[in-house]
């Protein structure tokens, strides 16, 4: 049974043969159906020069959502310090919070959102890669900040990003809820959540360790039809592999005739097995598994599948296998 808050994290894939404006204007679809299945939240990740994730700013995409919504929680997953100044992070999310009271959601992140290193220095004005301190000085005076900003009304609720046990120890220090790219880096999670639990310390955020768990997850009726469309972002992946970024997002025919190499599948074969991609049934029960071993208190399931009513469709048989399964 899996009975703790399922969430979407909405990457925003650019689909080949389209243009980055429908993706965006996709956006809104995909947050009003998402609401109207009960997931807790959206997030929405910062990504910057890249041919298949339009590059579309957190905040704004946030603002678009809750123009056409009512209850999810929105925020950023992450937006990414490095490549803002935290006084105007501050100001942004608690214009934000103010407009929509009680569903923002602020979640920080360090990665600068291309590997592109032109870009990356561009993003910082020419500066280079962002110390640990300069990191942990840039979350600190961003929630230094929003409490400055809290005569606009409740506060955007903050939350920290982490692949690593760096990231965790960030977030214990700080007394953050965390929210763990196990859809990235799945070999992390345990250690990760290991130090985060060991070192985390109460703060005005919050008073005990807490776990977001993010998973990529793609359902279909059958497992041939999830192979199917997973089948896009693995294209994506053996290029992330090799250090390539400037792949689009293929169809699923053009996935499924892709030349993977025997190390490409092998080390996607591994990284599929740490997350949820099957039927209904199989789904369910991965992401039970999940939850119970990383004694997370919520899920946040990204799909990054071609078609958006098939991303939707992913989400809907997530939510009513969960749903028909519930103790009465």
């Avoid at 991965?286 to 009513?309: F, I, K, Q, S």
Wanted: proline content about 7%; hydrophobic content about 45%.
């Amino acid at each position: 049974m899996l009975d703790i808050p399922l969430s979407a994290l909405e990457v925003a894939m650019v689909q080949t043969d389209s243009r980055a404006l429908d993706t965006l204007r996709d956006t809104a679809a995909f947050a009003q159906g998402i609401e109207q299945l009960g997931y807790h939240r959206i997030w929405y990740a910062e990504h910057h020069h890249s041919p298949a994730i339009g590059a579309f700013p957190p905040v704004v995409l946030i603002a678009h959502a809750a123009a056409s919504t009512s209850a999810v929680r929105l925020g950023s997953g992450g937006v990414l310090a490095p490549n803002h100044a935290p006084l105007m992070l501050a100001e942004q999310f608690a214009t934000l919070a103010a407009l929509h009271e009680d569903r923002v959601d602020l979640g920080i992140g360090r990665g600068p959102g291309t590997f592109d290193e032109g870009i990356a220095r561009a993003l910082r004005r020419g500066a280079g890669p962002v110390t640990d301190a300069e990191y942990r000085d840039d979350v600190a005076a961003t929630l230094s900040f929003l409490v400055d900003e809290a005569a606009l009304g409740p506060l955007p609720e903050p939350w920290l990003l982490a692949s690593s046990p760096a990231g965790a120890a960030l977030a214990a220090e700080l007394g953050l809820p965390v929210a763990v790219a196990h859809h990235i880096r799945p070999d992390n999670t345990g250690a990760v959540l290991e130090r985060y639990r060991a070192e985390f310390t109460p703060s005005r955020w919050c008073e005990r360790p807490r776990v977001l768990l993010c998973v990529e997850t793609v359902c279909a009726e059958t497992q041939e039809e999830a192979a199917w469309r997973v089948g896009p972002m693995d294209v994506v992946k053996a290029g992330l592999l090799k250090g390539v970024s400037d792949r689009p997002f293929p169809t699923p025919a053009a996935a499924a005739a892709h030349p993977f190499t025997q190390e490409e599948r092998q080390a996607l074969a591994h990284f599929r097995a740490q997350q949820a991609v099957g039927t209904p049934e199989t789904v369910v029960r991965r992401l039970a598994e999940l939850a119970r071993e990383t004694g997370a208190d919520e899920l946040m399931l990204t799909t990054p599948v071609y078609d958006l009513g098939d991303r939707l469709r992913s989400y809907e048989l997530v939510r009513k296998y969960v749903e028909a399964t519930a103790a009465p």
